[in-house]
């Protein structure tokens, strides 16, 4: 392609966000919630990212906000394509076409998934498109050495999914996907105040209580925080004083669900993965690695180590980069059964 110059991404396809790193800079230059507002009569799209993200509960009729990944997958192919096509767009110069794009993808993909994910790159301009596991992705960007002859335990609490997977000699030797994560959470706290207090939050609500007093294991010092809603018995604005204790309630089905995915997996793994499991620890990754209390939780209910990412937001998308970067050495744990 003469007089134009090409550029090479690496995508976190999240259900909550989408994170793009450009190679050559080396840095990630786009960091979107996964929402995308459109006109319901002519299907144009308005905005995506945060400017939808704003839009959330406060549009008229003739405007709906999706976010049209769930658990992971695409639910809506064409929006998806858009959104995409959008982004890209944001941070690639005009005179750049896109030539290589690394994805992040869930462990448990199914093979239609994985030609929606591709073929959605592949509309939005991408030439040549590959596909990693979010749990290799984030053990890479953590800094381990999947190739080695250990065993390391990753846990990736994303949007929709939890990614859970033991890694050794660039493969995965086990793994567990649930769909239950980081929405189900925002989800319970909705779900709690209705029950308990007659309130009724929408999601940035409850995001935010999860954000601001959300914990996994009791606090050093307890939090509180002014919840405003509708009132489901006269439908008027109503506003209480919430406490970290009752969102912790609110949280612990949903964290147990979590925990034994762990153990499921745990059981399933071979001994001498085991071992090293031991000494090594969990490694968690993902936006809710950052639920306060989530490693104390984690190390109490299975007796090891956990460890944090230093930035857990951004671990997985820094691991495609690092493969995008070196395409032919981490060959390996790129995902197959799909024609680039």
């Not at 940035?204 to 809603?229: D, H, M, Q, R, W």
């Not at 997985?316 to 197959?336: F, M, P, T």
Request: charged share 25%.
């Amino acid at each position: 392609m003469i007089g134009f110059l090409s550029a090479d991404l690496a995508i976190d396809l999240g259900t909550a966000n989408t994170l793009i790193y450009l190679a050559g800079e080396n840095k990630i230059v786009l960091n979107e919630p996964s929402i995308v507002a459109f006109n319901r009569i002519s299907k144009n799209i308005i905005a995506v990212g945060k400017k939808a993200k704003e839009m959330l509960g406060r549009t008229p009729r003739d405007i709906q906000i999706i976010r049209p990944l769930q658990d992971g997958a695409i639910a809506d192919f064409e929006i998806t394509e858009n959104m995409l096509r959008l982004l890209i767009k944001n941070v690639t110069p005009a005179w750049h076409y896109v030539r290589k794009v690394v994805v992040c993808v869930p462990q448990g993909i199914t093979e239609v998934e994985k030609r929606a994910v591709r073929d959605s790159c592949e509309h939005a301009g991408a030439k040549e498109v590959y596909l990693i596991s979010e749990p290799m992705a984030g053990a890479i960007g953590a800094g381990i050495n999947v190739s080695e002859p250990k065993g390391n335990l990753i846990v990736d609490i994303g949007g929709g999914t939890t990614e859970i997977a033991v890694i050794s000699l660039s493969g995965v030797v086990v793994s567990e996907s649930i769909k239950i994560a980081g929405d189900e959470m925002t989800e319970a706290i909705k779900n709690y105040f209705k029950k308990e207090h007659n309130i009724l939050i929408g999601d940035t609500t409850a995001e935010n209580i999860k954000i601001e007093i959300g914990s996994a294991y009791p606090l050093e010092e307890e939090a509180e925080f002014e919840v405003t809603g509708r009132n489901l018995v006269n439908g008027l604005p109503k506003s209480i004083v919430s406490t970290s204790e009752e969102v912790r309630k609110a949280l612990l089905p949903t964290l147990e669900e979590i925990v034994n995915a762990i153990l499921r997996l745990l059981e399933r793994t071979p001994p001498e993965l085991s071992s090293d499991i031991y000494n090594n620890g969990i490694v968690l990754n993902g936006g809710g690695a950052l639920l306060k209390g989530i490693d104390k939780l984690l190390e109490e209910r299975t007796s090891l180590p956990v460890h944090i990412t230093e930035d857990p937001l951004k671990s997985v998308v820094l691991g495609a980069g690092k493969v995008l970067e070196n395409i032919s050495a981490y060959s390996q744990v790129l995902i197959r059964g799909v024609r680039y």
